[in-house]
Every structure is written in structure tokens, then in C-alpha cells.
């Protein structure tokens, strides 16, 4: 009798837990393929899937190419747009394709779109509109849900939450997720810079890294509006990269005032020289900052947020996630999870501490993010 009675309440449990079982196993098998190479992935030794198809966007005057990740199975499927940060190889990128079978493979209907600026270190205005109208295709696609979510990686998250406050769209979107996202351009800019950031009035200090500031310029001239500024830092930064830094410098004197504006700017690393420096910036420049800034769109995101990012992160702050956090207005719509030395590079002979931190309170923390993101689509397949 004895026997019966706890027999009969395993199968109860196993009965009212389901659901909580599955998500947990998909949600460390997802964590795994994460943290690993993707030649050493596991998710897919154990859960068939998905198809793969190449797909084309109509934007607003060109063709955005993507790819569409079906799961296996019949039935309504949780949309969900997967936008790619700063990568040469856009969707292409071996962990992006990883991670997008992966949640696949969990039950996602996934696209993956190719952003040319992104691409080329290039962020553009018009990104947000490439990423609101591939949403728009993703929710027509068959046995896709009625409502839907973004996944926005580093820089790939700025655009997207500009995306998901349109209200062409906004009342679709039931998360974003970010994980390396930004909320004010300008401050990454002087982060990225001088390596400063600050907190709740906490400062900390990053070594910037001095060939990001250079690269950034020389994809981004086109917002000067003197064509011989433009041609003369082109030549200056080429210059640079050839570690001709006297030549550089003496060519940098003959800068008009939007060229030398622009060159003083990226050469400082001083965070107090910073503002005003940037205010000295020509008008175009410092309103494409702001376009750019999804602080301006926040309050407009009716969806949840699920914010991730790495304390070490050398070329966003995480602070920008917490300072993304705090402007949501309804704190029951966040969770933020910030991963303590969880992306960095292993010592080697690590500490106690080192290992704690690492993949017991960031595997944590992240492995609760991901498990948030498959109930929230769960919740919307019902």
C-alpha cells in the first residue's frame, strides 16, 4: 500500500511538473551550447532539428536576406526575430547559427536577418526599420503566433528596441530580450573611449580598446558634411593603422572645423575632457547619437524585458543594462541578470572564488534567463 501510495505520487508530481522538467533540461542544454565552441555543441545530439530556409525581406526600397529556423512539430510556434550585434558575418556567424537551432529546437519559430550595418560597423537608422519589417514577415509566416519576440545581441539591441517601441508593432512584441545591449549611445561612445562607466555612483574603468575608436570613425565619415574632411581623416586613420602617427598628426592640422572637431574627439581617452569634446561635435553627428539611443524608446516598450549581460564586457558596459533596467517603468516586466566574470577568460590556476562566480552565480543567473524567455513563449503558444 505504501509502495502504491508513492508511486502514485511521482506520477502526480511528474504530472503537475512537466512542463517545469522540460524547460529546465532545454534551458541547460541551451546554457551548454552557449558557453562551448560550436563544434562541441550538445542540444543537437539530443533533440532532432530544425529545418533551415533562406528567406527574403521587402524593407523600405531594398532586400533584406535571412534565415528561418522551423522546429519540428506541428501546432502554433512563438515567433521570435534573433538580431545580430557588430559581425562581419552577420547571421553566418557560427554561434548566432548555433544558438538559433538551438532555440528552435526548443520550440521557437526563429529568423535570423542579415543588417548590413551591423556588418560593417556601420549602425544605422534605417537598421530599425530592416528589424520591424522582418518581424512583420516572421508573424505571417505559417502557424506563427499572434504575438512574438526580440532577441537583440550587443549593439544589435539598440536598433531592435527602437523597433519594438513602433507602434506598428509594439502591441506584437511580448519580450525583448538583450544580452550586451546598450540604452544611451553616447555613453558607450565614452566608454569605449576612456573606458569610465559608472553606476548608482559606483566608477569603474575598462582599458579602452584603442583600435575599436579608430574603426568606428573610419566606418562612419559619411556624417561629416565636408567631402575633403571626410577624404583627409580617411587618409589620417589609414595613416594610424600603419602606426605613421607622426604623419597623422601633422596631416590632422589642416582639418576644417567639423574634421578637427571629429579627430580630437576620437583621440581623447580623458572621461572629464569627454562632454565637452562631444558637444563640439557637429550637430549631425550628435542627433545621429540620439537616433540611435533606444532611452529615447523605452517608455514606449509595452513587452517584458530580459537583460543579460557580462560584468567584464570590453565593449559595451553592463551598466547600460542596468541603466536599461531602471528605466523600465513596471519592474515586473524586468529581469535583469548580470553575469559576474562569467565571459571572461578563464585564469590559469582559478580560485574558489573565481569558480563560484563563474559557473555557479553567472551559469545561475543566466540559466534563469534563458528559462524565462522559453516560458514567455510557452505562455503565448497556450
Not at 548590413?116 to 508573424?139: N, P, V, W
Not at 531592435?160 to 545591449?181: E, H, Q, W, Y
Not at 559595451?316 to 528605466?327: C, F, G, K, M
Request: net charge positive; with cysteine; hydrophobic share 40%.
Amino acid at each position: 500500500m505504501k509502495k502504491f501510495i508513492f508511486l502514485s505520487a511521482l506520477v502526480i508530481i511528474g504530472m503537475l511538473y512537466t512542463a517545469q522538467i522540460k524547460r529546465a533540461c532545454l534551458s541547460l542544454l541551451i546554457l551548454i551550447d552557449t558557453v562551448r565552441p560550436p563544434d562541441k555543441a550538445v542540444m543537437g545530439k539530443f533533440i532532432d532539428g530544425p529545418t533551415k530556409s533562406k528567406v527574403t525581406v521587402r524593407g523600405k526600397g531594398r532586400v533584406i536576406h535571412a534565415d528561418l529556423y522551423r522546429p519540428l512539430g506541428h501546432g502554433r510556434q512563438f515567433p521570435l526575430l534573433l538580431v545580430h550585434g557588430v559581425n562581419p558575418t552577420g547571421k553566418d556567424d557560427e554561434q548566432l547559427v548555433l544558438l538559433a537551432q538551438d532555440l528552435a529546437r526548443a520550440g521557437f519559430l526563429v529568423l535570423v536577418p542579415d543588417l548590413e550595418g551591423m556588418k560593417t560597423l556601420h549602425l544605422r537608422i534605417s537598421d530599425a526599420e530592416d528589424i520591424l519589417q522582418s518581424f512583420l514577415y516572421l508573424s505571417n509566416v505559417e502557424r506563427a503566433g499572434p504575438r512574438g519576440g526580440m532577441l537583440g545581441i550587443s549593439y544589435g539591441a539598440g536598433p531592435m528596441m527602437l523597433a519594438a517601441a513602433d507602434p506598428r508593432i509594439r502591441d506584437k512584441v511580448s519580450v525583448v530580450a538583450t544580452f550586451g545591449g546598450y540604452y544611451d549611445l553616447r555613453t558607450v561612445m565614452s566608454f569605449v573611449l576612456t573606458g569610465a562607466n559608472e553606476s548608482g555612483g559606483q566608477r569603474g574603468y575598462l582599458r579602452p580598446e584603442a583600435p575599436l575608436r579608430w574603426i568606428f570613425a573610419y566606418r562612419n565619415l559619411d556624417h561629416l558634411r565636408s567631402s575633403e574632411d571626410r577624404k583627409k581623416l580617411r587618409d589620417i586613420i589609414e595613416k594610424r593603422n600603419r602606426y605613421e602617427i607622426a604623419e597623422a598628426d601633422r596631416m590632422a592640422k589642416s582639418l576644417g572645423p567639423e574634421g578637427r572637431s571629429l579627430y580630437n574627439f576620437i583621440l581623447n581617452t580623458d572621461p572629464v575632457r569627454f562632454p565637452s569634446l562631444y558637444d563640439s561635435l557637429p550637430f549631425q553627428v550628435r542627433e545621429y547619437v540620439n537616433q540611435l539611443s533606444p532611452a529615447r524608446a523605452v517608455p514606449y516598450i509595452t513587452a517584458s524585458f530580459i537583460i543579460v549581460h557580462g560584468i567584464d564586457d570590453y565593449s559595451v558596459p553592463y551598466t547600460e543594462s542596468v541603466r536599461l533596467a531602471d528605466a523600465v517603468g513596471d519592474k515586473k516586466r524586468v529581469l535583469l541578470a548580470l553575469l559576474p566574470q562569467f565571459m571572461h577568460i578563464e585564469p590559469i590556476e582559478p580560485s574558489a572564488e573565481d569558480r563560484y562566480q563563474r559557473y555557479v552565480l553567472g551559469g545561475w543567473r543566466l540559466f534563469t534567463a534563458i528559462t524565462t524567455l522559453l516560458e514567455k513563449g510557452e505562455m503565448e503558444r497556450q
